[in-house]
Nanobody
Framework: QVQLVESGGGLVQAGHSLRLSCVSS????????MGWFRQAPGKEREFVAA????????RYADAETRRFTITRDNAKNTVSLQMNVLKAEDTAVYYC?????????????????WGQGTQVTVSS
């Protein structure tokens, strides 16, 4: 059974940084892409970033989210999201997700596994 457990969320002032982490268990971590999605109050879940199983390929939602950097450590079964220069509009529940493929993907339908989410609140 695949489990994803996020950590690192919290309350931070605008302009500051946070680092989210997600530990995966239950399958061979390095064979699958991982992603981060977020859902703000009253909005649909949206793609933030993804990384291939090898870690050599990444993709982000758009230029704005290049404030964010996704990385992974296959030896530790961990994927992280470094978020810099946070803005109030980054406030959301952030979800770690495990893909069914090796290559990174922005489509939530390609991710059968999801963590419980971690709240990020950015005060302005």
């Amino acid at each position: 059974q695949v489990q994803l457990v996020e950590s690192g969320g919290g309350l931070v002032q605008a302009g500051h940084s946070l680092r989210l982490s997600c530990v995966s268990s239950g399958r061979t971590f390095g064979l699958y892409a991982m992603g981060w999605f977020r859902q703000a109050p009253g909005k649909e879940r949206e793609f933030v970033a993804a990384i291939s199983g090898t870690g050599r390929s990444t993709r982000y939602a758009d230029a704005e989210t290049r404030r964010f950097t996704i990385t992974r450590d296959n030896a530790k079964n961990t994927v992280s999201l470094q978020m810099n220069v946070l803005k109030a509009e980054d406030t959301a529940v952030y979800y770690c997700s495990g893909a069914s493929t090796l290559t990174s993907n922005a489509d939530a339908n390609e991710y059968p596994y999801w963590g419980q989410g971690t709240q990020v609140t950015v005060s302005s």
